[in-house]
Antibody, heavy 120, light 107 residues
Framework: EVQLVESGGGLVKPGGSLRLSCAAS????????MNWVRQAPGKGLEWVSS????????YYADSVKGRFTISRDNAKNSLYLQMNSLRAEDTAVYYC?????????????WGQGTMVTVSS | DIQLTQSPSFLSASVGDRVTITCRAS??????LAWYQQKPGKAPKLLIY???TLQSGVPSRFSGSGSGTEFTLTISSLQPEDFATYYC?????????FGPGTKVDIK
């Protein structure tokens, strides 16, 4: 079964750090680029970051650039998001998502999400 | 950056109704547009990619059209399980922006 499972969310104080993980199974993880998408409570979807299959290409939303770092370990079938200098506005459910080049890069596989709460 | 707008932001409809949602891009994106359905507490689900291609397993009452800057998602006969929020997303360039969403509610 194709699956993405996020972990690492929790409550953190403003200015703090958190590292999210996404474990992939059921597909050839090393062949696919990966993304993080977040959704603040009651709000819409916001794309956060993308990383290519070999980590050669990395992109960030302006809202997280310089504070978040995306990475992956293809040997462990895992995707990561290191979040530093967290702000209240980073409070959201964070999803990892996998696009398929055959589907014009649409995100066809999503994890269940992990909640990050930034509050004092 | 490419901005996406959706209209309406909210619509109230009845089972059996035909529903159309519009997504407009701030610049041309060819057919690099996807539509997602999201229900409360759940991850988004891909419905349509390449503007008009139905994802495997998605009911045929869903259809998409458009290219360039204007796109539509149509549900030909709304079913109880279709009450949800719908998002468009452009995949032409980074950042991979989403539209603000359209919530479809029960009339």
């Amino acid at each position: 079964e194709v699956q993405l499972v996020e972990s690492g969310g929790g409550l953190v104080k403003p200015g703090g750090s958190l590292r999210l993980s996404c474990a992939a199974s059921g597909f050839t993880f090393s062949s696919y680029s990966m993304n993080w998408v977040r959704q603040a409570p009651g709000k819409g979807l916001e794309w956060v970051s993308s990383i290519s299959s070999s980590s050669s290409y990395i992109y960030y939303a302006d809202s997280v650039k310089g504070r978040f770092t995306i990475s992956r370990d293809n040997a462990k079938n895992s995707l990561y998001l290191q979040m530093n200098s967290l702000r209240a506005e980073d409070t959201a459910v964070y999803y990892c998502a996998s696009p398929d080049q055959l589907l014009h890069d649409a995100f066809d596989i999503w994890g269940q999400g992990t909640m990050v709460t930034v509050s004092s | 950056d490419i901005q996406l707008t959706q209209s309406p932001s909210f619509l109230s409809a009845s089972v059996g109704d035909r529903v159309t949602i519009t997504c407009r891009a701030s610049q041309g994106i060819s057919s690099y547009l996807a539509w997602y359905q999201q229900k409360p507490g759940k991850a988004p689900k891909l419905l349509i990619y390449a503007a008009s291609t139905l994802q495997s397993g998605v009911p045929s009452r869903f259809s998409g059209s458009g290219s360039g800057t204007e796109f539509t998602l149509t549900i030909s006969s709304l079913q109880p399980e279709d009450f949800a929020t719908y998002y468009c997303q452009q995949l032409n360039s980074y950042p991979r922006t989403f539209g603000p969403g359209t919530k479809v509610d029960i009339k």
